[in-house]
Nanobody, 122 residues
Framework: QVQLQESGPGLVKPLQTLTLSCAVS??????????WSWIRQPPGKGLEWLGT???????YYSPTLESRTSISGDTSKNQFSLHLTSVTPEDTAVYYC??????????????WGQGTQVTVSS
């Protein structure tokens, strides 16, 4: 059973870069057909997809955040990380790392970390 655990700072100052890491256990991040993603939920709002790193290492990002977002993987630690530059208070949210999979042609996010609160404030 795959498990994901987020880690990172709970408080970030405006214009800094937010870096969050997700430690994965139970499966390698390079195992075929896994799609490692970051999703966030701002207070009082719905879930927002930020981006996905394929098992192959390819990455795809939300068009609205693409200029500030990158996702990288570290196979030696079996983890992947989110980097979000020039943060503002609007980036305050609970951030989740998630594993996506296909069941036939249906894509779903089946395994979630517990989430980590990030607050952007001076």
């Amino acid at each position: 059973q795959v498990q994901l655990q987020e880690s990172g700072p709970g408080l970030v100052k405006p214009l800094q870069t937010l870096t969050l890491s997700c430690a994965v256990s139970g499966e390698s991040i390079t195992t075929n057909y896994n799609y490692w993603s970051w999703i966030r939920q701002p207070p009082g709002k719905g879930l927002e997809w930020l981006g996905t790193m394929f098992y192959s290492g390819s990455t795809y990002y939300s068009p609205t955040l693409e200029s500030r977002t990158s996702i990288s993987g570290d196979t030696s630690k079996n983890q992947f990380s989110l980097h979000l530059t020039s943060v503002t208070p609007e980036d305050t949210a609970v951030y989740y790392c998630v594993r996506g999979r296909y069941s036939g042609s249906f894509f779903y996010f089946g395994s979630w970390g517990q989430g980590t609160q990030v607050t952007v404030s001076s």
